[in-house]
């Protein structure tokens, strides 16, 4: 089992920015690939962003691509985005979860969750 618990979100003007966490704790963080999902009200959970166990490698959504920045810290079992020019379609709540494969992008492939923490971004 692993435990994820997301902190981080709030409320914040267009343009602003927040930075979220993912702290980890159970089975060892660094055996996990890590992503970041989010889900507004009425649609489908959809990908952000995901990093690779090492950290070397990172994946993002091409609609991110240059706003939001994934990173780890494996010696604080922690996984973070950082978000950038946030608009007010960036409005819901963002989960981390784990995963062992490579396919990303793919909520099925991922494991473990957290409970999510709201961001709402006003216009």
């Known amino acids: 089992q692993v435990q994820l618990v997301e902190a981080g979100g709030g409320l914040v003007q267009a343009g602003g920015s927040l930075r979220l966490s993912c702290a980890a704790s159970?089975?060892?963080?660094?055996?996990?690939?890590m992503g970041w999902f989010r889900q507004a009200p009425g649609k489908d959970r959809e990908f952000v962003a995901a990093i690779s166990r090492t950290g070397g490698s990172t994946y993002y959504a091409d609609s991110l691509k240059g706003r939001f920045t994934i990173s780890r810290d494996n010696a604080k079992n922690t996984a973070y985005l950082q978000m950038n020019s946030l608009k007010p379609e960036d409005t819901a709540v963002y989960y981390c979860?784990?995963?062992?494969?490579?396919?990303?992008?793919?909520?099925?492939?991922?494991?473990?969750w957290g409970q999510g923490t709201q961001v709402t971004v006003s216009s």
């Open positions: 979860a784990t995963t062992r494969s490579t396919y990303y992008s793919r909520t099925q492939r991922y494991d473990y």
């Open positions: 159970g089975r060892t963080f660094s055996n996990y690939g």
